[in-house]
């Protein structure tokens, strides 16, 4: 009996240790990724998401000394204006992502799934992307913006909440023939239902998901 | 019945099932140990000492949390369920004050400390479960499995001598059985279990699935054994009811489990009253 007790102890501890391998952060980068990013500033940023949907044609973007970057509310954004503060990160599709040009019927429907699925589904997209990766995304949340302030790229992402608004998921998202600049993308907050092909792309080292030729379905 | 077969093509949901009756079955035969030692809040307590674990390892930046969270929390179950009643503070009050203690001072480093921004999402889904355990990944899974498997060995294994450190330390004591060394083995799989249960209820939910199942079954049955089987087919039951109800109607995992446990302890506390068991 006491070598049982022993051997239950020792197996007790080593599966302790061996716990640690499932740990969910090891399976995300040290970095955050940009949806992090907008679901924070979505949860922090009030006044000044309140300012931005009322003059949804202006954007400001900080750069790194400090300066700002006003891009002018013309309605249509000149090459030359959105090289100013267009960055460097590589968009360049996988092979099989651009052999979908993701018109089809979704083959991730999450505008028929409730909350808890919505927000869970997400969450593995985001957590294990390759197998996600070409396939057809439909997706219905609000619209968020953020830039890079180091180069001054605009993202956009469509973020769900769960069901006690504390927690949010979304995903990147790039208009099919629209360069990411508030003037062709959908006000911040508002609801939108986007649908399109699910990549990823890596900016410095880092491996970020998007949704490609995505269009916003009405 | 079409939506829920839909569902269950997603292999998270698939795991959040396997692993959900898993962590009920082992939270129900230690439920009833720990509601006859009068340790009923217990998993509450080291609940909290987790959370608390979690916080110093997230503010420590730490890729691998569970090095933190698994010693600690054994730790503390060791010194709440080891000491017993035999120090200045006695049990409940020691574990009221290390329950209120570590969660205290967990929300306070994830205040000052924290390197994340959304520390009300962070706290919000460490309390309540949140949807954790419908992000669970293969390995989790398997991890899961190994350790259930574990402590229903144990317990099968020690069924007899835990039956005997339960009702009588003292007698148990006296017939030779080292009381020091099983209350320690209790302690173990009992910081496992609240561990691996935070992820399907949360940790301020977790006492319900070790009092619940223990406490209805009590209601209708009167030898451990029978109050242990029936203890285990109730938690199990209704964790499945309580999963497959938040996956169709998108209500949240945890407290979902919780309240049809609530609802299946009043029908058990009926039927036991009119029976006559209760």
Redesign the interface.
């Known amino acids: 009996m006491k070598r049982i007790f022993t051997l239950f102890l020792i197996s007790a501890m080593a599966c302790g240790v061996l716990s640690g391998c499932s740990d969910k952060s090891t399976r995300t980068t040290g970095k955050e990724n940009i949806v992090d990013q907008l679901a924070k500033e979505a949860m922090s940023e009030t006044a000044t998401d309140k300012e931005q949907t009322e003059s949804p044609t202006e954007a400001v973007a900080s750069s790194e000394n400090g300066d700002e970057l006003v891009i002018s509310d013309s309605g249509d954004t000149s090459d030359e204006e959105y090289d100013k503060v267009k960055g460097t990160y590589d968009k360049t599709a996988y092979p099989e992502v651009e052999a979908n040009d993701g018109t089809g019927t979704p083959e991730i429907d999450l505008t028929q799934m409730n909350s808890t699925m919505v927000y869970s589904e997400v969450y593995n997209m985001m957590s294990d992307p390759t197998e996600y990766r070409a396939k057809t995304v439909k997706m219905k949340g609000t619209c968020t913006m953020t830039t890079d302030e180091n180069t001054g790229d605009y993202f956009f992402a469509c973020l769900i909440k769960d069901a006690t608004a504390c927690c949010s998921q979304g995903i990147e998202f790039q208009l099919v023939g629209k360069k990411p600049v508030p003037e062709d993308y959908p006000a911040e907050n508002s609801e939108i239902t986007v649908q399109g092909v699910f990549d990823t792309y890596f900016d410095q080292g880092y491996e970020y998901c998007t949704l490609r030729y995505a269009r916003l379905v009405e | 019945m079409e939506k829920l077969i839909e569902?269950l093509q997603?292999p998270?949901?698939r795991y959040a099932i396997i692993v959900g009756v898993l962590i009920a079955l082992c939270s129900s035969l230690l439920g009833v140990t720990l509601v006859l030692k009068r340790y009923s809040f217990i998993g509450d307590g080291l609940s909290h000492v987790a959370f608390g674990a979690m916080a110093i390892a997230a503010c420590a930046n730490l890729?691998?949390?569970?090095?933190i969270i698994?010693?600690v929390t054994?730790l503390s179950a060791i010194l709440l369920l080891k000491t017993g009643n035999n120090t200045k503070i006695k049990g409940d009050a020691a574990i009221a004050m290390i329950s209120v203690g570590a969660l205290a001072f967990g929300y306070l480093m994830m205040n000052v400390f924290s390197t994340?921004?959304?520390v009300?999402?962070d706290v919000?889904?460490t309390l309540?479960g949140?949807?954790s355990i419908?992000?669970l990944?293969s390995?989790?899974v398997?991890?899961c499995v190994?350790?259930s498997v574990?402590v229903v060995a144990?317990f099968i294994?020690f069924y007899n001598r835990i039956f005997d450190v339960t009702f009588d330390e003292n007698f148990a004591r006296a017939v030779g059985t080292k009381v020091s060394?099983y209350n320690l083995?209790i302690a173990?799989?009992i910081a496992?279990i609240i561990?691996l249960a935070m992820n399907l209820v949360g940790s301020l939910l977790i006492s319900a699935l070790v009092i619940f199942p223990a406490l209805s079954s009590m209601r209708l049955f009167k030898s451990f054994k029978s109050v242990t089987l029936f203890s285990a087919i109730f938690s199990v039951i209704c964790s499945l009811s309580g999963m497959l109800i938040?996956?169709?109607?998108?209500?949240?995992?945890g407290s979902t489990i919780v309240a049809v446990q609530v609802v299946a302890f009043f029908i058990c506390f009926i039927i036991g009253k009119i029976t006559g068991r209760s």
């Open positions: 569902y997603f998270f949901v890729t691998n949390e569970m090095v698994l010693p054994i994340s921004s959304n009300s999402g919000c889904s309540f949140s949807m419908l992000t990944d390995e989790e398997t991890l190994i350790l574990i144990v294994i060394k083995m173990i799989v496992v561990v938040s996956i169709l109607a998108g209500t949240p995992v």
